[in-house]
């Protein structure tokens, strides 16, 4: 009787909590788990809230109501995306605006002022503002745009639109629009090589291109009929211009063109463009890379010269590179010029001669080392020697020669230009395409993959458990004594430790047993007697509440192959968790420690299937979301037994049930040699990056060495990975047993089951396919490995392998 009223009242303290509002008072704040939890302006045109860009990726934004996409206008942490879960906004006392994480870290903020906040409100312009309880703005989003202009918002000499890296993407791209020191309106490239102006045309002055760099007041707007004027006298006007009623925006779009845009007013929720700055967006500089050439013909596309190719597959900012090698000085009949017709790239002259033949022009280019090859106009004998080619696109009365040579590129230097892409791999995580990681690589999201989801978990836990003290203790009335009561009560499994019992148990922390990314280990001793390893965390700067709810998670994780987690504490700075101590140390000195002895064949075999029983659970039954991210020979420790048992869930990446694969965010640091192809690339993160691990650990077991020393330089590692798996699928295809003999652990002296042996190396292969989605699932990986017929498995295996051009023989 009772209950059910209480539940009613905790749910509408909670749902009216979160219900879309007009207002934002001081010290509320706005809370991403709810959707509902939006600032919408009086009109309903605009809302602001969190808006979601990747998994479990939120930015806060403001957008149009009834668009179709949600269009975004305006974004407070483009280039630092909070968490899905604890991130909040707030209106401090001191007159900020704060964005902070689900980590307590402030992602983005407005400046203190002196005055006292009164609310935040979004008005029906569009202009997210903090206003004083007399109604002067403190701050205003108009004043901080992003890639749009909304109408009466202006452009000043203060502020700069900065595009988007990618269509799709909200991080900061390339493109800016702004007034330069010449007080005139101007785009921009500013790339990671070069930048160049190419608004308004670049080949014209000032004047000629109908502006006036003697009005210092640098100040533009679009007013809300469509028409746009700036204080350097460009002005114009949208194609419906005189409606004040159409919702209008003027983005620098991803593509460096500047358009704006209509809300359609049959209300489809759609956008058309009614004017734009370049009529052909080849125009823009920097869209196809070095070397690149750009067509608008039927789409916009880029396209390489002949003899050149694409530097990175993935990504059309490195441009393209030259299949010959250019060594200067080159003799005449060495020099060839690739031509082509009508084209263009612009820039980077390093000499103009005029009225010359082309014989001359060609004569001047290869006298000069510094020259690249040469533009051509044909009727006026116009010659420009260019020292490097970009911004190229087709035009009517130029035509192109590029400097080449027989000579063909060292393959050598080939690969070493393709490890530099590679590296892309240490930058940590990333939204959207990869060519923001050639740039920016400000997120630090590592908190993405350990932290994501354990805070919805710590929710509905604080439910659950709160109806439960409400249940036994509800005539108490201190709340964090009672959670934690109330905690131990239901679960009584998984406690909190104080500091100066662990201090004790490990005898001041005086036994070091292990040290890791996250943290050093100590041996100790609990008052039950028994043994403990207690872990003390670095670098963790959540607070008690949200650490509690975290390790609570990971203490509910039990299976046997899995190191289980007794308690944690959390005092005043100190974070540690307490674990089951397992006593043979780790798989990594156990194989590949000298002064170890070497591991049996059994014991390999019984490692190889307890680690992918112990995978298989976090993937599968344990909620189905746990994965480990980091599965390696140091995280696997052994018990007397030599039974395994996976520890460190320091990197475990916690993942929405039935979310996964659905967008592309979230990258945190495996450990090279065995993180997976997709790591690279900007495929979505699942399980299957472990089961790739796993195909490392279980080669590592059989051969053991090291596989991962092979794979350690550059973009060798995934070839060296291929050429091995290449072989070892031939050899598995050839059938027979005898190969294997020669791939098995010579320390073993023969002594090994080769059905076994092949076996798993059937299933390493398979695991180490490149596509994740061909990969098994560990679930699958267990019955393979304990299952004697095994054919149809390994006929599907085959086809996961992707060889590539590469990839050829030993
Ligand atoms: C300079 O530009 C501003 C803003 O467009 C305008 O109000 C002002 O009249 C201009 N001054 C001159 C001298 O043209
Ligand atoms: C709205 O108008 C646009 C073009 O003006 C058209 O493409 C679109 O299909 C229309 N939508 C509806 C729902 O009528
Ligand atoms: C470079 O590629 C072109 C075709 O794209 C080919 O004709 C030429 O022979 C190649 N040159 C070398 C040195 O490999
Ligand atoms: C690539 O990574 C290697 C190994 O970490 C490093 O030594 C090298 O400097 C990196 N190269 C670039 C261009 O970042």
């Given at each position: 009787?009772f ?15 979160y ?8 010290n ?83 400046a ?15 202009n ?34 900065v595009s ?33 102006v ?8 000032v ?17 809300e ?17 005189g ?12 593509d ?22 370049l ?69 980077f ?8 033949s082309l ?15 040469f533009?051509y ?6 010659c ?8 190229g ?7 192109i ?10 393959t ?35 908190w ?13 836990e ?12 509800s ?15 239901i ?6 430790f ?28 609990l008052e ?26 990971i ?16 005092e ?15 798989l ?26 112990g995978?298989?659970?976090?993937h ?17 420790l052994?018990?007397?037994?030599y039974?395994?048992?996976i ?28 993180i ?7 495929l ?15 080669l590592?077991?059989v ?11 550059g ?7 291929k ?33 076994q ?54």
């Amino acid at each position: 009787m009772f209950l059910p009223l209480l539940l009613l009242l905790l749910w509408l303290s909670l749902s009216s909590a979160y219900s879309p509002q007009s207002h934002l008072f001081r010290n509320s704040y706005l809370s991403v788990e709810d959707g509902a939890s939006l600032l919408i302006s009086q009109d309903k045109s605009f809302s602001s809230g969190f808006y979601r860009v990747g998994l479990n990726a939120y930015t806060f934004s403001i957008w149009f109501t009834d668009s179709a996409d949600k269009t975004v206008v305006w974004t407070a942490n483009r280039d630092k995306p909070v968490n899905g879960h604890g991130s909040r906004l707030t209106l401090l006392n001191n007159g900020a605006m704060a964005l902070t994480d689900v980590d307590g870290t402030v992602a983005w903020s407005t400046a203190a002022t002196s005055s006292v906040p009164d609310r935040a409100l979004l008005r029906d312009n569009g202009n997210l503002v903090v206003e004083d309880s007399n109604g002067r703005i403190l701050w205003q989003s108009f004043d901080s745009p992003t890639d749009t202009l909304l109408p009466s918002q202006p452009i000043t000499k203060n502020t700069m639109l900065v595009s988007a890296i990618a269509r799709g993407s909200f991080s900061s791209g390339y493109y800016g629009f702004y007034f330069d020191d010449s007080n005139v309106l101007r785009l921009k490239y500013d790339g990671p090589e070069i930048s160049s102006v190419y608004w308004p045309n670049p080949d014209q002055t000032v004047w000629q291109n109908g502006r006036t760099i003697y009005n210092s007041s640098r100040y533009a707007v679009l007013d809300e009929k469509g028409s746009f004027l700036a204080s350097d006298r460009f002005q114009f006007g949208a194609a419906d211009e005189g409606k004040p009623w159409i919702k209008r925006k003027l983005t620098l779009d991803y593509d460096g063109n500047l358009r704006l845009y209509s809300l359609e007013e049959n209300r489809s929720g759609l956008w058309s463009v009614t004017w734009q700055a370049l009529l052909d967006t080849c125009q823009v500089h920097g869209l196809c890379g070095k070397n690149g050439i750009c067509s608008s013909h039927e789409g916009l596309a880029c396209y390489c010269p002949p003899g050149f190719e694409m530097t990175d597959p993935s990504n059309w900012n490195s441009g393209c590179r030259p299949n010959f090698s250019l060594s200067c000085p080159l003799k005449q009949e060495e020099i060839e010029f690739i031509y082509l017709e009508h084209t263009d790239f612009w820039g980077f002259d390093i000499k103009v001669a005029s009225g010359v033949s082309l014989d001359d022009c060609k004569r001047i280019c290869m006298a000069d080392c510094r020259c690249q090859g040469f533009s051509y106009k044909l009727g006026s004998g116009i010659c420009y020697s260019k020292s490097v080619f970009y911004n190229g696109r087709a035009t009517p009365y130029t035509d192109i020669y590029i400097k080449s040579s027989r000579r063909p590129a060292a393959t050598l230097k080939l690969l070493q230009h393709q490890s530099l892409v590679c590296n892309a791999t240490q930058v940590a995580p990333t939204v959207g395409s990869s060519q923001m990681m050639m740039k920016k690589s400000s997120w630090n999201t590592i908190w993405i993959c350990l932290y994501s989801l354990l805070a919805v978990i710590f929710a509905v836990e604080g439910l659950f458990i709160s109806v439960g003290w409400w249940f036994i203790y509800s005539k108490e009335d201190d709340d964090h004594v009672l959670m934690a009561e109330g905690y131990k009560a239901i679960s009584n499994q998984f406690r909190r430790f104080s500091y100066r019992e662990l201090e004790k148990a490990t005898r001041n922390f005086g036994e070091e047993v292990g040290r890791g990314g996250s943290g050093v280990v100590y041996k100790g001793v609990l008052e039950n007697g028994m043994a403990a390893a207690v872990k003390k965390l670095e670098d963790v700067r959540q607070g008690d509440e949200e650490f509690w709810g975290e390790v609570s998670v990971i203490g509910r994780i039990y299976h046997m192959n899995l190191v289980r987690t007794w308690g944690f504490c959390s005092e005043d700075l100190h974070r540690l968790l307490v674990c089951e101590f397992v006593e043979n140390g780790s798989l990594e000195k156990a194989l590949f420690d000298p002064n170890y002895k070497p591991l049996g064949w059994k014991e390999r075999f019984q490692i190889a299937v307890g680690v992918a029983r112990g995978l298989a659970y976090l993937h599968h039954e344990c909620l189905e979301w746990v994965i480990h991210c980091d599965v390696k020979p140091e995280n696997i420790l052994l018990d007397r037994n030599y039974e395994p048992k996976i520890a460190d869930f320091g990197l475990a990446k916690l993942l929405n049930r039935g979310g996964a694969g659905s967008s592309n965010l979230s990258r945190i640091r495996g450990t090279r040699g065995y993180i997976a192809p997709e790591w690279a690339s900007n495929l979505p993160i699942t399980g299957k990056i472990d089961v790739y691990s796993y195909g490392v650990v279980l080669l590592e077991l059989v051969s053991g060495s090291r596989v991962s020393d092979l794979v350690m330089k550059g973009v060798t590692e995934m070839m060296a990975m291929k050429k091995m798996c290449a072989t070892l699928g031939r050899n598995l295809e050839r059938g027979g047993e005898n190969w294997v003999g020669g791939f098995v652990d010579l320390r073993l002296k023969g002594q090994f089951d080769s059905n076994q042996a092949v076996r798993m190396v059937k299933v390493a292969v398979s695991c180490l396919g490149e596509e994740g989605i061909r990969r098994p699932t560990m679930e699958t990986v267990v019955q393979m490995l304990l299952s004697g017929d095994d054919q149809d498995f390994y006929s599907d295996a085959t086809d996961s392998l992707q060889f590539s051009s590469f990839s050829t023989d030993t």
